[in-house]
């Protein structure tokens, strides 16, 4: 698996040494509960104990997820207070020393018990903040922990997939200036075509990339915080607190939201924030997941073709049974990641259609999988693409080997022109190269030969007036048209500034782990 070397705190929280531990289980602390049996005796997701990074495994975590929880109730105990609740500094202050000592195995207890996890976890850091217990929760309903953490989550989680995405489209960009004159043959319906550059094709893949880096940036941007909004999102409880003052109930969900990080709450919610939001999130990921599976069966194809190869270490296998095979197995890797990203926005789309009225809890234990998921799995195959754009291998002669066996065929319109300009007639020499291409093609597909039309053309005296043009007609860079401007144009023009805001963390290498 291939990481990315990123700070080993994700806002200021520790990121712990994964214990082999699927996501969503307990991450440590006192050794005990579900985390003891994760191992090589239960199942273990493989986005989290294989594939996915350190830094994007944690934020998903359940210490990550439950501290901020704590966090939550935190804010919302000192805007509470600083608006005229009887709240002490005593109760704020045992609430800050207590925020990471989580005792996961006293909280799994409480949830057996009371089949409620917010109201086991309030008990939890009610346990250790007794001073503060009556004030922990004040006012609030589930969702204002659990929803407003996953957007605290989702928005942070963006943040790690941002540079990531900034970071394969920068190492594809230099690939596509270095190699932006590099003729190489085009297909349509995998079919010989008309001549392009390897750069060319590249900034096909940028492009879509680019698009990707936008969409994610948008959809990050445009996160709102659910907020301080009680059970039906009609902030009743919150008012009956402040005894009917509806200003200081605006002021208490502008506080917490500003603490938050979030620059706008919902004005309108249900008990939940609208599950649209986790269709626009996972849509803009499956987007990605398109993408980067097209650039890998691209990168496939060509190594089947021995034209490009992704990075293939000294000591790496191949096969078990052929030691000659070099398989593209991170570009498959990519593919087979990238189609389970594209399949989990069928999730929130058939959640968010049946969320009755206000909330039903089937999204609960849906969405538990298919977020953390999606943000693993597209943190996977970003890092994974990095490797992979950080080695391409291109092989020039392979790449004019198949030029020369297409290009005669091709360049049969410039050799027409020619034999006119020269003063032949134009259906004559038609008739002419027909007979002979044929007869080449013959050769190609009916002894396996190699494509002579050229040679024939030259042992023809009807064409002895251009003979001397062939070299020149048959120069693939005059087959190429405004590929290689194309190329530098889009990369000064679109990818270069679209790239200036993460230049900071360009220089991360991805690293090889499985």
Request: contains cysteine.
């Amino acid at each position: 698996m291939f990481r990315s070397r990123t700070s080993a705190s994700v806002l200021g929280v520790p990121v712990r040494p994964r214990r082999g531990c699927v996501f969503g289980m307990a991450a440590g602390g006192d050794g005990g509960g579900r985390e003891a049996a994760c191992g090589h005796d239960s199942y273990r997701s493989p986005l989290a104990s294989r594939y996915a990074s350190p830094e994007m495994c944690f934020v998903f975590s359940d210490r990550y997820k439950f501290r901020t929880w704590r966090q939550l109730w935190l804010w919302l105990a000192e805007a509470e207070q600083t608006l005229g609740l009887p709240i002490t500094d005593e109760q704020i202050q045992e609430m800050k020393s207590n925020l990471d000592n989580i005792d996961f195995k006293m909280a799994a207890e409480e949830e057996k018990q009371l089949r409620h996890d917010v109201m086991a976890h309030v008990h939890t850091f009610a346990h250790c903040c007794p001073k503060a217990a009556g004030i922990i929760h004040l006012g609030a309903t589930s969702c204002y922990v659990g929803d407003n953490t996953d957007l605290i989550i989702l928005r942070n989680a963006f943040d790690l997939l941002l540079p990531k995405l900034a970071r394969v489209i920068s190492r594809l960009a230099d690939f596509a200036k270095e190699r932006a004159d590099l003729p190489t043959l085009g297909f349509t319906h995998f079919q010989p075509a008309q001549l392009t550059t390897v750069g060319k094709r590249c900034c096909l893949w940028i492009q879509d990339l680019c698009m990707d880096l936008q969409n994610l940036k948008r959809v990050r941007d445009d996160l709102r915080f659910r907020g301080v909004k009680g059970t039906t999102g009609t902030q009743a409880s919150f008012l009956q607190l402040f005894e009917g003052d509806d200003q200081k109930v605006e002021q208490l969900d502008k506080m917490v939201t500003e603490k938050a990080g979030f620059k706008r709450a919902f004005i309108i919610t249900g008990q939940t924030y609208t599950r649209k939001i986790d269709i626009e999130v996972l849509s803009v990921l499956a987007s990605l997941g398109a993408s980067v599976h097209k650039i890998c069966t691209d990168i496939r194809l060509l190594a089947s073709l021995k034209e490009l190869e992704e990075p293939f270490e000294k000591q790496q296998i191949g096969s078990s049974a052929m030691p000659y095979k070099r398989n593209p197995m991170r570009s498959e890797r990519c593919c087979s990641l990238a189609r389970h990203l594209m399949t989990l926005v069928m999730d929130p789309l058939q959640t968010a259609s049946v969320q009755w009225f206000e909330r039903t809890l089937d999204d609960s234990a849906n969405r538990r999988m298919c977020l953390a998921e999606a943000f693993l799995t597209a943190d996977t195959i970003l890092n994974t693409l990095q490797n992979i754009s950080e080695g391409l291998v291109v092989y020039p002669r392979v790449i004019e080997r198949r030029i020369r066996q297409e290009l005669p065929f091709m360049a049969t319109e410039s050799i027409i022109m020619a034999m006119v300009k020269a003063g032949g007639n134009r259906q004559d020499c038609h008739e002419k190269i027909r007979v002979l291409s044929h007869q080449a093609a013959a050769v190609v597909k009916q002894e396996g030969g190699d494509n002579d039309l050229i040679e024939r053309i030259q042992a023809d005296a009807y064409f002895s007036p251009i003979h001397s043009q062939l070299d020149h007609l048959l120069d693939p860079s005059s087959f190429t048209g405004r590929a290689s401007q194309q190329v530098r144009r889009f990369l000064e023009e679109e990818v270069h500034p679209l790239l200036r805001p993460y230049e900071s963390v360009m220089k991360v290498k991805a690293e090889l782990c499985l």
